[in-house]
């Protein structure tokens, strides 16, 4: 009888750390999904459009998920509207994710979570070019 409580409780150690085991090398199921995005311009003022939506003017930071690629339009009156793709890189939640699949196929998952990726690069500064003047006509 004794015997069998040892080895319920051992079972029970063992199944524990397997499952924080799993839990630690699959950080990014836990991880945040939205990373900070900074953009600063000269001239500052400019304003800023992340795929589509405005977020604000520079200079400023903005929450943007994590798992998407990203395309940052600044504009600013009597200045050509520059454009950068922020493009999405496996990140340090990532390559523990990586690493833990190594050991247990099940970390593996966490590279479908948006928290095993960051953005590259997280912060763009922008020097904004005067528009050219159209030349007369003749």
């Given amino acids: 009888m004794q015997w069998l409580q040892i080895v319920k409780k051992v079972s029970f150690q063992l199944i ?3 499952v ?3 839990y630690l090398a699959g950080c990014s199921l836990f991880g945040p999904r939205s990373e900070s995005i900074g953009v600063s311009s000269d001239p500052p003022g400019a304003r800023v459009i ?3 939506k405005p977020v604000g003017t520079t200079p400023l930071h903005f929450e943007a ?3 998407d690629n990203l395309l940052i339009e600044v504009q600013k009156s009597g200045y050509q509207t520059q454009y950068r793709t922020l493009s999405r890189k ?4 990532g390559i523990l994710d990586v690493v833990g699949g190594a ?3 099940l970390p593996l998952i966490g590279l479908f979570s948006s928290a095993a ?3 590259d690069p997280a912060e763009i500064g922008i020097i904004l070019e005067p528009e050219q003047k159209a030349a007369p006509a003749q």
């Fill in 16 to 18: 524990s750390l397997a």
């Fill in 50 to 52: 992340a795929s589509g």
């Fill in 20 to 22: 924080v085991a799993c």
């Fill in 65 to 67: 998920q994590r798992g």
């Fill in 90 to 93: 496996l990140g340090s939640l």
């Fill in 117 to 119: 990726w960051e953005h």
């Fill in 103 to 105: 050991f247990f196929l």
